[in-house]
């Protein structure tokens, strides 16, 4: 069944800590998110993707990086995790034109002790 | 001004009431979504609109094009309908852009 998967769901790490959250998703689409939401909170794009090798920042700054190497994968890396990363991340993909609007991933708990 | 505004932001029903949930925007658009996301949880479509009405069992949403209105029902709500409601535009870049959500709490 084609769908997006997000691993892992809930993490806990310490400061300083490098993480990767990984996102793949197997429907084929060539535009791929990340999302950065605070509990309560709005959503913010973080980083996005056109296509392989294509990445892109977001409207919100952001300490981590992102690299597309595949299509159906898009990872996101914290290289020294802090306190300020404990949100929760959601990665979400789409086709082209967003016909069909984003499939979104269940997301990542992060918090950084 | 926000290029999306919802409303209301927080609303609390009872068991079985109808509840209408509005979302106003600003810009055009390719089309409108309504979005749904549990407590903890990720994000699920619950409706793409480019006009008209669409019905999904107990969920019905409706778009003005011309008044760039719309409205999420919700007939007959259930606890479980507890949520928080999101309206979001694809326009010209084909991103999203987010409504601020509304917190819908459905008390048995």
């Known amino acids: 069944e084609a769908d997006i998967y997000q691993t892992p769901r809930y993490l806990v790490i310490g400061t300083g800590k490098k993480i990767t959250l990984e996102c793949s998703q197997t429907m084929g689409h060539d535009k791929m998110y990340w999302y950065q939401q605070d509990p309560g909170m709005e959503l913010h794009l973080i980083h996005y993707?056109?296509?392989?090798?294509?990445?892109e920042k977001g409207d919100l700054s952001s300490e981590s990086t992102v690299s597309r190497i595949r299509t159906e994968h898009f990872p996101l890396t914290l290289e020294s995790a802090r306190p300020s990363h404990t949100s929760q991340y959601l990665c979400a993909s789409s086709d082209v034109q967003a016909l069909y609007g984003y499939t979104f991933g269940s997301g990542t708990r992060l918090t950084v002790v | 001004k926000n290029e999306v505004e919802q409303s209301p932001q927080n609303l609390t029903a009872q068991e079985g009431e109808f509840i209408t949930i509005n979302c106003s925007y600003s810009?055009?658009?390719?089309?409108l979504h309504w979005l749904q996301q549990h407590p903890g949880g990720g994000i699920v479509s619950l409706f793409m609109l480019s006009s008209g009405k669409k019905k999904h069992g107990r969920l019905i949403a409706t778009i003005n094009i011309q008044e760039k209105h719309s409205s999420l029902h919700i007939t007959a709500s259930h606890p479980r309908d507890s949520a928080v409601y999101i309206c979001?535009?694809?326009?010209?870049?084909?991103?999203?852009?987010f409504g601020t959500g509304t917190r819908l709490k459905v008390l048995a």
């Open positions: 993707s056109y296509g392989v090798n294509s990445t």
């Open positions: 979001a535009l694809t326009s010209g870049t084909y991103k999203y852009i």
């Open positions: 810009v055009g658009i390719s089309a």
